[in-house]
Structures are given as C-alpha cells and as structure tokens.
C-alpha cells in the first residue's frame, strides 16, 4: 500500500480480538487505530527504546564480566566464543519467524521477550554452576534476542515518518549501546561491591522483570491499516488515517502475500551483507572489548589492567557512541539525505581503526589515549550506522511498506549469521587469551581468597604481581631455604633476641642470613603476603611459561583481527550505492515538496469522493 493508492472510505471491521475476553485482550491485544499525535507518538517510541535498551542490557551483561566467567568455571576461551557463536547463530534462525509481526504485531514479541529475558538472567544465570548450563542459559537468550532485532526497529518504524527516520533509528540503535554502555557502568560501580559476578545479571535480570510491566501496560501497536501504508512525512496523517477507512481484510492479506518472493531482492542482501561486515569491529567491541583491555595493556605500574578499569574504558566507548547516533540522525534528516553520512562515516571508521588498532603491540598506551581513540572510533561508527538504518528502511518500503518486519528479518539473519560464522575463526586467530586469563589476579583469587583485613585481595597482587613474581625468581634459593627452616625465621620476627638470631644464623648459613637481613622488606611487602599465590604460581611453572609466551603473542594476535573487520569495513562503501536515497541535499527537498503535491492532490480527491457519497445518500 503506497502514497498513491486510494480508496472510497468505509468502516473499518473490528479487529478479531474485540471479541475475546478482558484478560486476553489485556495481556495480547495492544492495537490502536489511529496514528498518535506528536506527544503520544514520542511517548510510543521512547517506550520502544527503553525496551530495547534493557533488553540488550540483560542481553550483554556477560561482557562486562568476561574475564570473571572465564575463571569461575575454568572455562576456555574458545569454549566462551562458542557460546557466542551458537547464541548468534540461534538468534540469526529466531529472526525469520519473527518476520511474521508483519502481519500479527511487534508488541507482544517485545513485551515477553523482556519476560523471558529477564527470567533467564536473573535466575537461570546465577543458578548455572557448570559452564554447560551457563552455555544453554546464554544461547536461550539469542533466541528472545534474535526476535527483539527484528521487533523493536519494526516498532520504531511503524512511528516515525520518514523525514525523521534517521533520528528515530538513531535513537533506536541507542537501545544496543546503551545496553552495553549500562553493561559497563554498572560492572564498573558494582562489581567490587557485591564481589561476585553473578550479581551483575540479577541487577539486569530485574531491569528487565520492571520493564515487562511498564509494556505490558503502555505499549501499543499501530493497527495493519495504519502501519502497511507508507508515511513520508507527519502530514501524511490525515491521508494515511483516511485510507486506513477503506482498507479491506482482503487487502491487508494480499499486501502480505508472499513476503519472501517480495522481499529477497539483491539490493536488499547486498545493503545488509555490507552493514554485517562494516559492523564487526562493533560486535568485537560488544563482546570481547573488556577482555582486550585486560589481557592486553598495562597500568603505569606494570600491571594489567584490572576488569573495573576496562569497564571504564567501555564508558567512554558506549557514550560516545549513543551521543554521536543521535547527532548524525538529526543531521541526517535535517538534510535530508543518507548515503554521504554512510560514505563519510565509513572512510573515518577506517582511519580511526588504523589508529586505534596500532596500539595493541603498545601495551603501555595510557589509559586516556586508549579512552581517545576509542571515542573516534565509536563516533565514526555511528555516523554510518544510523543513516543506513533509516536508509534500509526506506528501501524496504519502496518495495512494500506492509513487509517493513520481513526486511528487517532478512537483515537480521544475514548480520547474526555473519558474526556467527567471523567468530568462528576468532579463537583461532587469538588463541593466546586463555593462559593469560588462567593465571591472573582473577584467577588465583579463585585459589587464594581473601583473607580479610590486611590479608591477600585479588586487588592488591593485581597491583603488586610483577614485582612479587620477579623477586621470587631472582631469590629462589633464599625462599627455599628461608620456607625449610620457617619456625626459626619466624621466631625471629616475632623476638629479635640474641638467641633468636644465632638460632636463626645456624640454621641459615651465614650467607643466607646475610640475605634475609638485606632483603628484609621485600620479603614482608612482596613475599609474605602473597605466599598462597607466589606457591600457586611456583607449582605451576608451565603455566606460567605459557602465560609469558602469551602476553608476548597477544596483542599481535588482537592486531590481526582488526585488519580483518577494517576489510570488512572496505566491503561495505561500494555496498551504500544499492540504499534507496539521494546524495544532493537539493533534490531530495526536491522529492519532499512534490511528494507533498501528490498528497495534497489525493487527500482533496477524497474528500471530494466521501462528499459526493453524503449528498447521494437518502
């Protein structure tokens, strides 16, 4: 149903489910038959983005907390990816069906993916104590999430005209960011808090048990009538509403009728392939970010970075990111023009990359720099990415607005399939990240907790690791000697008496008694503290091998993956020519002004025709 279709207006039948009960029509039938005006419409959309928001919140907890996983089950990095993978793939298969909200409505897709979500996370989570039920946990939760993809920017859609398309897809694709951005804020705040991670999914898992009430009360869809048809611009309404009058049930069938043959066009595959690959430096920055950080860069102090302190980094990161969509949506409908953002947008992504991906073979990159150029790269991202979404929209309804949902389906199948399938080879390429995490604070705090005030914290031996490993290695046969004969080296810790240390002196040989006076601070700062880690660390020495070839292979491993998403991102600017849209500012104003003669033309011509059938009316 198109902007040049009209019909004689007629009553509208009343839509099947007036004739269920209350309880059924309040828990399923969310419909309205008018389109909103300005206040409702925004209060619709914004309903829209903060579930989308919280949705993705639950949906990438788990990356805010990655290295803490990883040592809680003792899980390996690729067996970790996996999850991700088969979670993507599962999501890509759950959006196909989820084309069919096309014909029965996005809102209950919505409001109980956010209760289903939010059962997952906030008790099947925590309540998975092998890294197997972790991996279902997780992989249930792509399936609700590969049918939100398609849902929720269909809503968004189905209330924003297309002049204001681009800032409503900004604003859309805020819910993701924000997600992750809130994923980070959170971790950041909390973790050290409560101490565990699981506590970061019942935070999420709640968000979005509260969130499935609000919707369940307040969010509404646009009936078939109103949504198949097409809304250039907000002063379509009355022509739209008064078409909607005369729309039939068998129209509305034969405008969905086979939505695949309509709908599986090159331009359509080629704009989504292209957005798929541009976007995987987005999905590694989604998921495995947090990671990055820790295992790759160094504080000033020669430790790595700790989990909170990479959560920070993703602030920076998510923020810049969710404020450059809404930006570049504004601007872009300002001007009223798609492509030059994309093609703008996309050369800088790849300049920024460069930039930002150089660094990883620098692990003392400060932690501002690495915040800078994390703030570039997310800026150029999103100058891209909002236009294309508004851009792929409009294609899609070129084609047929009633099938807004079945494109979205294809475009979130073709993106969920290929970060599945990338991430298939991510392991491969970074197979360094385990050893590293294996032996980390995080991990040995697994083996040696803490032990209260003034004890062992996984906090303190991040900060102090190097140098306590460093000097037992370069002291070993004093610990040895000094661990042999401990009850006379304590005695004189505790009693530094003449006998004390002539007992002490026999029982060492001079030399190494002339070593522990030498050394005796570092061995109270750097070896009594942190004994349980330091023999940790010792009885596993092949570990600890393979965690220094690691650390010295890793961040050119992490280099070669972002290579491979800046190839993706070249794939992508031939690809912007096949989106519907103009490059001149000058003509699509051009297009706006007479597609606002046709609508002048066709709204007089029925308010003529439905004048005409009241004078011959009896």
């Known amino acids: 149903m198109t902007t040049t279709e009209s019909a004689p207006p007629a009553a509208a039948p009343p839509p099947p489910s007036s004739k269920r009960g209350p309880v059924f029509r309040f828990l399923f039938h969310h419909e309205i038959d008018e389109y909103p005006r300005p206040a409702g419409r925004t209060g619709y959309l914004a309903l829209a983005i903060v579930a989308t928001i919280v949705l993705y919140y639950t949906y990438y907890t788990q990356t805010g907390v990655t290295p803490n996983i990883l040592a809680y089950y003792h899980m390996s990095f690729a067996f970790y990816v996996g999850i991700v993978i088969v979670s993507n793939l599962i999501g890509a298969f759950a959006s196909l069906p989820a084309s069919q909200t096309d014909r029965l409505g996005r809102t209950n897709v919505v409001i109980y993916g956010l209760l289903l979500v939010g059962l997952l996370v906030a008790v099947g989570v925590p309540n998975a104590h092998t890294e197997w039920s972790f991996a279902v946990v997780i992989c249930l939760l792509g399936l609700v999430e590969g049918a939100i993809l398609v849902a929720t920017p269909a809503l968004v859609r189905d209330f924003s005209p297309q002049l204001g398309r681009a800032s409503a897809m900004g604003f859309w694709t805020v819910g993701p960011v924000a997600g992750s951005l809130l994923t980070s804020i959170v971790a950041h705040n909390t973790l050290d808090h409560f101490g565990d991670w699981q506590s970061q999914f019942i935070i999420s898992g709640i968000s979005a048990l509260v969130v499935f009430v609000v919707a369940l009360f307040f969010m509404r869809d646009l ?56 976007l995987l430096v987005y999905y590694v920055a989604a998921s495995f970010f947090t990671i990055y950080y820790v295992v790759t860069f160094l504080n000033p102090n020669g430790t790595g970075f ?131 995490v294996d032996n980390s604070p995080v991990a040995t705090a697994q083996i040696c907790p803490s032990k209260g005030p003034g004890g062992t914290t996984a906090e303190t031996f991040a900060a102090e690791q190097p140098k306590s490993v460093a000097f037992a290695k370069a002291h070993t046969p004093l610990l040895e ?30 030399v190494y008694f002339a070593q522990l006076v030498k050394y005796e601070s570092q061995l109270k700062t750097l070896v009594q503290p942190y004994q349980c880690e330091l023999n940790y660390l010792s009885a596993n020495q092949a570990a600890l091998t393979k965690l220094q070839d690691a650390q010295a292979k890793s961040p050119q491993q992490w280099q070669r993956w972002f290579w491979v998403d800046l190839v993706g991102m070249v794939v992508f600017i031939p690809l912007i020519w096949l989106t519907k849209g103009r490059w001149s500012p000058r003509k699509a104003k051009q297009d706006e002004q007479e597609h606002d003669r046709l609508v002048a033309e066709e709204l007089s011509h029925l308010q003529h025709e439905s004048a005409g059938a009241g004078a011959s009316s009896p």
């Open 223 to 278: 009936s078939p009538r109103i949504r198949d048809q097409l809304m250039v611009t907000a002063r379509d309404q009355t022509l739209v509403e008064a078409r909607a009058m005369g729309i039939s049930d068998d129209e509305l069938r034969a405008a969905t009728a086979s939505p695949w043959r309509q709908i599986l066009k090159w331009d359509l595959i080629g704009s989504a392939f292209g957005i798929s690959v541009f």
């Open 306 to 436: 700790t989990t909170p302190q990479a959560n920070g980094l993703n602030e920076w990161f998510w923020t810049a990111d969710i404020i450059a969509l809404i930006v570049v949506g504004i601007l872009s409908d300002k001007l009223r023009v798609r492509k030059p953002f994309m093609l703008f947008g996309a050369l800088l992504s790849i300049v920024m990359l460069l930039l930002f991906g150089s660094r990883a073979t620098h692990p003392h990159t400060g932690y501002y720099t690495l915040a800078f150029l994390g703030v570039g790269l997310a800026i150029t991202l999103s100058c891209a990415f909002a236009p294309w979404m508004a851009g792929y929209t409009e294609t899609i309804e070129a084609k047929n607005p009633a099938l807004v949902a079945t494109g979205l389906a294809l475009w979130g199948w073709i993106i969920r399939m290929v970060v599945g399938v990338s991430f298939i080879f991510l392991p491969i390429v970074i197979n360094t990240v385990n050893p590293v």
């Open 481 to 510: 000697k000094i661990q042999a004969n401990s009850a006379v080296v304590n005695a004189v810790a505790a009693n530094p008496s003449g006998a004390n240390i002539a007992a002490a002196s026999k029982a060492l040989g001079p």
